[in-house]
């Protein structure tokens, strides 16, 4: 390790300033500044000046010193900063490639510390020349790990993903309602150019483009994002730390013990599960990977088939593997949620009786295409849709949520259109909080809330309806561990 001061690479200077002005560009947008072409111009040209030199002042007197116990980032502008990360405080160390590292030929360095407070976002993020960066993560892993960490390059990839498994995962894990919701607007735009052409219509004023654009932003933009962020997707684990590397444009190496794993969640929507389809998410502390922006929970499956998944369940994360006895909710859940779903859905009505026959006035006549047809009974038809969901959710819940309370894991079924089973260690629970409604308690039933530190910075994870001893075993047995722990 050095001890002496090292600079970033510069190319910083560069990022950060390009950062901010599409920032302020898009803040001068947003606020509608009237302002001619050549103020702008000008305006813009001072601004980048000004960026430069700030952020080239900032860069110098930045400095990084790696030392025998911790990492010091100090910087000596006018508002100082020393920052002291010890190595025994840290969780991970990641390597995060952007289009300007690559071009540079730089990594950026992502030291995270296990805190939920800030396990979103990397503690440090630190831009040297790629060579240099896989130095200082070896350097920092002897450290993390108590050995020498093998580099991503030295590891066996364990599984394959191809480019069709990560097109497929990008098309079929973004949320059922997302899907409903694009599908509808790509419906309307199908039919209001289908009327437009054959002289039904006038061609409105965007309204076909408008549906397009919506189906583009819920739908289509998800789906493709998700292609380019698991694009190349790899998983391994050897010995006890996983290692994840993908990404298209911005790439991602990222590698975690499994003893930081607090959860594991399998996962479907809809339409992966009738391909027969889920993914393997985890629960992580301190893997911020994100460059400050945050991060999505650790995945280390893409959606593959329930056998493979199981497979791979069983050869990375063994850990949470159990013999399961799942209970379903009781009677008592039944009766809870029917009258719940009864009372709600007399409420709703009645509520929208009255916005129904105005919206019926004020609406008939106008409009085209399939959106302008049904305006008049807009309302109507949603709160029959929703009394409908109501039914339909009570029905599904009653069959998927499960509850399994095992010697070292246990584990909750949730879902209703997406759903979600979570294996969860006793040891890396936080608190469990036991709760009772009116109505719960009158049928002798509860719904638990267990929470964990995650990847997000916490997570709170709610079981169905069960009786009230079933649930408060799990906070007893966390109560229980933990007190053996201490001694």
Do not use: C
Not at 172 to 188: A, D, K
Not at 314 to 323: A, K, N, R, S
Not at 388 to 410: H, M, N, P, W
Not at 455 to 473: N, Q, V
């Amino acid at each position: 390790m050095s001890e002496q001061g090292l600079r970033l690479h510069p190319i910083i200077i560069v990022e950060n300033t390009i950062r901010t002005a599409i920032g302020l560009l898009v803040l001068i947008f947003v606020a509608g500044v009237p302002l001619d072409i050549p103020i702008l111009a000008a305006i813009a040209a001072v601004a980048l000046v000004v960026l430069l030199v700030f952020y080239y002042r900032q860069w110098k007197l930045t400095f990084v010193r790696f030392g025998e116990t911790d990492i010091v980032v100090e910087r000596k502008t006018l508002f100082k900063l020393k920052k002291t990360i010890p190595y025994s405080r840290i969780a991970s160390v990641n390597l995060n490639r952007g289009v300007l590292n690559r071009l540079s030929g730089t990594s950026k360095l992502m030291v995270n510390i296990n805190s939920g407070h800030n396990a979103v976002r990397p503690e440090a993020s630190l831009t040297f020349e790629q060579h240099l960066a896989d130095r200082f993560r070896n350097d920092i892993s002897r450290h993390i790990y108590r050995g020498e960490m093998p580099s991503f390059e030295e590891t066996e990839q364990m599984v394959r993903f191809t480019t069709m498994d990560v097109i497929l995962h990008g098309l079929f894990s973004v949320s059922t309602q997302q899907t409903i919701i694009g599908g509808f607007f790509l419906l309307n735009s199908i039919v209001d150019q289908y009327r437009i052409t054959v002289g039904e219509a006038d061609a409105g004023p965007g309204g076909t483009f408008i549906s397009l654009l919506l189906f583009f932003i819920f739908l289509v933009l998800p789906a493709v994002r998700h292609m380019i962020y698991y694009y190349g997707f790899k998983v391994h684990r050897q010995g006890d730390t996983i290692f994840l590397e993908h990404g298209l444009i911005r790439t991602y190496k990222t590698s975690f013990r499994i003893s930081r794993i607090n959860a594991i969640r399998v996962k479907n929507t809809l339409a992966s599960r009738l391909l027969r389809r889920s993914s393997i998410e985890a629960e992580v502390v301190g893997i911020g990977s994100d460059d400050g922006s945050g991060t999505t929970r650790p995945l280390i499956s893409l959606l593959a088939n329930d056998a493979k998944t199981q497979s791979l369940l069983q050869e990375l994360v063994p850990e949470f593997i159990y013999e399961r006895q799942a209970e379903k909710q009781p009677a008592g859940a039944r009766r809870v949620l029917i009258t719940e779903g009864v009372i709600a859905s007399v409420i709703l009505i009645a509520v929208m009786a009255y916005p129904s026959l105005l919206a019926y006035d004020a609406f008939s006549g106008t409009g085209n295409g399939i959106i302008g047809a049904l305006l008049p009974y807009a309302i109507p038809i949603v709160t029959a849709l929703v009394v409908a969901a109501i039914a339909y959710s009570v029905s599904v819940s009653l069959k998927v949520r499960e509850v399994d309370t095992g010697e070292e894991l246990f584990t909750f079924v949730n879902g209703i259109l997406d759903r979600e089973a979570v294996i969860m260690s006793y040891d890396n629970v936080q608190m469990v909080h036991v709760v009772r409604g009116p109505l719960a308690r009158h049928f002798d039933v509860s719904s638990a809330q267990v929470f964990l530190l995650s990847s997000m910075g916490k997570s709170m994870i709610s079981s169905g309806l069960f009786p009230e001893d079933r649930l408060e075993k799990i906070g007893n047995i966390v109560m229980e561990r933990a007190a053996a722990m201490k001694h």
